[in-house]
């Protein structure tokens, strides 16, 4: 199971005050150097963290992979299609919620997306639906092409009984082993921590993580490289 860094509560920093500091993109590159095997940034239409500056100095630096995680609209396809992330996560965008609050309507939205998954596909950049757990969902994203799932686990993440959350943990198993089946890689994230992860990584079917927030925390402490290795080394325990 790999490990990709969000880092998109390092640019939240720096926009608090206005200014340039911290960088975004420098925080990509001593994760990468820690061990992070990509790098996940979302260019939201309101910018209200990463901007289009980060996105391209991003895209000439990041050596492992980039993951743009973006909403299907005009101007967002437009900016992927310029910089050519690896990876194009797909995800709903509201503009009152604090972060991502749930997965796409990948069923509800089958006509639209097929198009923009062609259109990111012509240029080569692989394609992600962000979704919730639920077997139309990764289904749905199947029917429009694209290449992988990141299946949601907020509701796992924020669970607090020990018996709802292993039994989430077992449906988050059980989808990711279907999704694998019908020739989709799997990607997971939201929310994960360093003690939730433990468990989560015996769902084998999962290729990678997507872990922000936590990281970012725990580099308040301890820096960015050792918060890192830290996720790194309860991955490889877990």
Same mark, same amino acid.
């Given at each position: 199971?790999?490990?990709?860094?969000?880092?998109?509560?390092?640019?939240?920093?720096?926009?608090?005050?206005?200014?340039?500091?911290?960088?975004?993109?420098?925080?990509?590159?001593?994760?990468?150097?820690?061990?992070?095997?990509?790098?996940?940034?979302?260019?939201?239409?309101?910018?209200?963290?990463? @901007?289009? %500056? &980060?996105? =391209?100095?991003? $895209? +000439?630096?990041?050596?492992?992979?980039?993951? #743009?995680?973006?909403? /299907?609209? !005009?101007?967002?396809?437009?900016?992927?299609?310029?910089?050519?992330?690896?990876?194009?996560?797909?995800?709903?965008?509201?503009?009152?919620?604090?972060?991502?609050?749930?997965?796409?309507?990948?069923?509800?939205?089958?006509?639209?997306?097929?198009?923009?998954?062609?259109?990111?596909?012509?240029?080569?950049?692989?394609?992600?639906?962000?979704?919730?757990?639920?077997?139309?969902?990764?289904?749905?994203?199947?029917?429009?092409?694209?290449?992988?799932?990141?299946?949601?686990?907020?509701?796992?993440? @924020?669970? %607090? &009984?020990? =018996?709802?959350? $292993? +039994?989430?943990?077992?449906?988050?198993?059980? #989808?990711?082993?279907? /999704?694998? !089946?019908?020739?989709?890689?799997?990607?997971?994230?939201?929310?994960?921590?360093?003690?939730?992860?433990?468990?989560?990584?015996?769902?084998?079917?999962?290729?990678?993580?997507?872990?922000?927030?936590?990281?970012?925390?725990?580099?308040?402490?301890?820096?960015?490289?050792?918060?890192?290795?830290?996720?790194?080394?309860?991955?490889?325990?877990?």
């Amino acid at each position: 199971m790999n490990l990709t860094i969000n880092i998109d509560h390092i640019a939240t920093l720096r926009e608090a005050r206005g200014g340039v500091e911290p960088d975004p993109v420098t925080a990509a590159h001593l994760a990468e150097l820690a061990g992070a095997k990509g790098i996940v940034c979302h260019l939201r239409e309101d910018r209200r963290h990463i @901007n289009d %500056r &980060d996105v =391209r100095l991003l $895209r +000439e630096t990041v050596k492992t992979k980039l993951d #743009l995680e973006m909403a /299907a609209t !005009e101007e967002i396809i437009k900016i992927a299609i310029d910089i050519l992330p690896e990876l194009a996560t797909l995800v709903p965008e509201r503009r009152q919620e604090l972060t991502t609050e749930g997965g796409l309507d990948v069923r509800g939205n089958r006509h639209h997306l097929r198009g923009v998954v062609e259109e990111l596909h012509k240029h080569d950049i692989s394609v992600s639906m962000f979704v919730d757990p639920i077997r139309e969902q990764i289904d749905a994203s199947r029917e429009v092409e694209a290449d992988t799932v990141e299946i949601h686990t907020g509701e796992y993440a @924020n669970a %607090r &009984d020990e =018996r709802v959350q $292993r +039994e989430l943990l077992e449906q988050i198993a059980e #989808l990711a082993r279907y /999704a694998r !089946e019908l020739g989709l890689s799997v990607n997971a994230g939201h929310g994960l921590n360093y003690i939730n992860i433990g468990p989560f990584t015996s769902i084998k079917e999962i290729d990678e993580v997507s872990i922000g927030h936590a990281i970012i925390s725990r580099a308040v402490f301890v820096g960015i490289d050792a918060a890192v290795k830290e996720m790194l080394e309860a991955i490889r325990r877990g």
